[in-house]
């Protein structure tokens, strides 16, 4: 077990900790679909295995891995990153606050909304471009959790976390971050302050397009988080040890795909930035970025994979753009090898903030003179 501190985090990836199989000396983990696991004669159990919905060895490595990464107490995988992000809110007793983002993933914010109402707690939305705004809305005592999620989907704002992290703090709140975006490659929300980091692993931390997967590390091994633990147990939020081991071989490849990903979405925001059929290009690694200077200060080496295009002509013109695009593809989520690109508006639906011109692309690992001539070929 790799207990080293000093390991880069692409060193800790690549080996996935280097934890070597006791037994057979294998290098690569096995899949340990086990249920139950053996008493011994003495009644107890010695290696702390005890059932699936608790805790899974193959499940554990990963958990070691993201924990180092991020540089937490803790961690646990759940079933998916909705699974990670109810746990959370599902702390939270009637009276409590919450305070988080206007524009944020929108299935959290959709379900967040609908369950603050049924179980009676308040909520306050903030505007992610001016932070600000937000130090208005905690209510010392009141307010248990803010939720902030930088870069954010899909405008791509950042939100400074270290300057929330020191409003949020002594007012009695947990601060925690969807990282979703910018990975432990590129930001480490702990380090900056946060109390719990969360990801969907099914974008970026597998990055094949083959895992559903949520992620949740905690900064304190507190009596809160051992309550988010007993949440995922008891409501069986938890991943497949199939899906556990998917995701611990995806994973090692992470810091070469985020650096790629990252690379590929600078140069075509660049490129696309001053082309007179385009609005605007939102990138936070563009200088005239709103939030250029907070992507800077807390991402390191990269402003990640993802960025969104307005067209000019509405959303006829976003949909015949997307619909002219060879290489990539017309889908939803992202963080995978290959390139997508989703007409953002149609999936959110009613009530959405976002522009009806807006296209959210997923910048894949693909040759980046590719992708760019596919998106020229479709503007033209
Ligand atoms: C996809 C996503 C989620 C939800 O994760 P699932 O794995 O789809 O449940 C949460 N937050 C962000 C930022 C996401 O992109």
Same mark, same amino acid.
């Given at each position: 077990?790799?207990?080293?501190?000093?390991?880069?985090?692409?060193?800790?990836?690549?080996?996935?900790?280097?934890?070597?199989?006791?037994?057979?000396?294998?290098?690569?983990?096995?899949?340990?679909?086990?249920?139950?696991?053996?008493?011994?004669?003495?009644?107890?159990?010695?290696?702390?295995?005890?059932?699936?919905?608790?805790?899974?060895?193959?499940?554990?490595?990963?958990?070691?891995?993201?924990?180092?990464?991020?540089?937490?107490?803790?961690?646990?995988?759940?079933?998916?990153?909705?699974?990670?992000?109810?746990?959370?809110?599902?702390?939270?007793?009637?009276?409590?606050?919450?305070?988080?983002?206007?524009?944020?993933?929108?299935?959290?914010?959709?379900?967040?909304?609908?369950?603050?109402?049924?179980?009676?707690?308040?909520?306050?939305?903030?505007?992610?471009?001016?932070?600000?705004?937000?130090?208005?809305? +905690?209510?010392?005592?009141?307010?248990?959790?803010?939720?902030?999620?930088?870069?954010?989907?899909?405008?791509?704002?950042?939100?400074?976390?270290?300057?929330?992290?020191?409003?949020?703090?002594?007012?009695?709140?947990?601060?925690?971050?969807?990282? !979703?975006?910018?990975?432990?490659?590129? !930001?480490?929300? +702990?380090?900056?302050?946060?109390?719990?980091?969360?990801?969907?692993?099914?974008?970026?931390?597998?990055?094949?397009?083959?895992?559903?997967?949520?992620?949740?590390? !905690?900064?304190? #091994?507190?009596?809160?988080?051992?309550?988010?633990?007993?949440?995922?147990?008891?409501?069986?939020?938890?991943?497949?040890?199939?899906?556990?081991?998917?995701?611990?071989?995806?994973?090692?490849?992470? #810091?070469?795909?985020?650096?790629?990903?990252?690379?590929?979405?600078?140069? +075509?925001?660049?490129?696309?930035?001053?082309?007179?059929?385009?609005?605007?290009?939102?990138?936070?690694?563009?200088?005239?970025?709103?939030?250029?200077?907070?992507?800077?200060?807390?991402?390191?080496?990269?402003?990640?994979?993802?960025?969104?295009?307005?067209?000019?002509?509405?959303?006829?013109?976003?949909?015949?753009?997307?619909?002219?695009?060879? +290489?990539?593809?017309?889908?939803?989520?992202?963080?995978?090898?290959?390139?997508?690109?989703?007409?953002?508006?149609?999936?959110?639906?009613?009530?959405?903030?976002?522009? #009806?011109?807006?296209?959210?692309?997923?910048?894949?690992?693909?040759?980046? #003179?590719?992708?760019?001539?596919?998106?020229?070929?479709?503007?033209?």
């Amino acid at each position: 077990m790799s207990k080293d501190k000093n390991l880069s985090p692409q060193t800790l990836l690549a080996q996935a900790l280097g934890w070597v199989d006791r037994k057979t000396s294998a290098l690569i983990p096995p899949i340990y679909n086990s249920v139950t696991y053996e008493r011994g004669p003495d009644n107890s159990y010695s290696n702390g295995f005890i059932y699936s919905r608790n805790a899974n060895p193959t499940s554990q490595q990963l958990e070691r891995l993201l924990a180092e990464l991020e540089t937490g107490k803790d961690a646990i995988v759940l079933a998916s990153g909705m699974s990670a992000a109810t746990a959370t809110f599902m702390t939270l007793k009637s009276g409590d606050h919450v305070v988080a983002q206007s524009v944020m993933y929108w299935a959290i914010k959709k379900w967040l909304i609908g369950f603050a109402n049924q179980w009676g707690i308040s909520v306050d939305l903030f505007d992610p471009e001016d932070t600000t705004s937000l130090k208005k809305l +905690i209510r010392p005592g009141e307010t248990k959790l803010v939720w902030i999620e930088t870069p954010a989907n899909p405008t791509f704002s950042c939100v400074d976390i270290a300057e929330v992290a020191k409003i949020v703090k002594g007012s009695g709140a947990r601060l925690c971050v969807d990282s !979703t975006i910018a990975t432990p490659i590129l !930001t480490r929300p +702990i380090e900056l302050g946060a109390d719990v980091v969360m990801h969907s692993a099914t974008k970026y931390l597998n990055g094949h397009g083959d895992v559903t997967a949520g992620v949740l590390i !905690t900064a304190h #091994d507190d009596e809160w988080w051992r309550q988010v633990r007993g949440i995922r147990s008891s409501h069986g939020k938890i991943l497949s040890p199939s899906d556990a081991w998917l995701l611990l071989r995806g994973i090692r490849t992470l #810091d070469l795909r985020v650096r790629q990903s990252c690379k590929s979405a600078m140069a +075509i925001a660049k490129h696309f930035d001053s082309n007179s059929k385009i609005i605007e290009v939102l990138y936070p690694g563009l200088g005239n970025s709103l939030t250029h200077d907070i992507a800077s200060k807390q991402m390191e080496g990269g402003f990640g994979g993802m960025l969104s295009i307005r067209f000019k002509g509405g959303q006829p013109r976003a949909v015949e753009i997307a619909a002219k695009l060879k +290489i990539f593809k017309r889908a939803t989520s992202f963080g995978g090898v290959e390139s997508l690109v989703e007409h953002r508006a149609s999936i959110e639906g009613e009530g959405t903030l976002v522009p #009806d011109d807006l296209l959210r692309f997923s910048v894949g690992i693909e040759n980046v #003179d590719d992708l760019i001539g596919d998106l020229e070929q479709a503007i033209a």
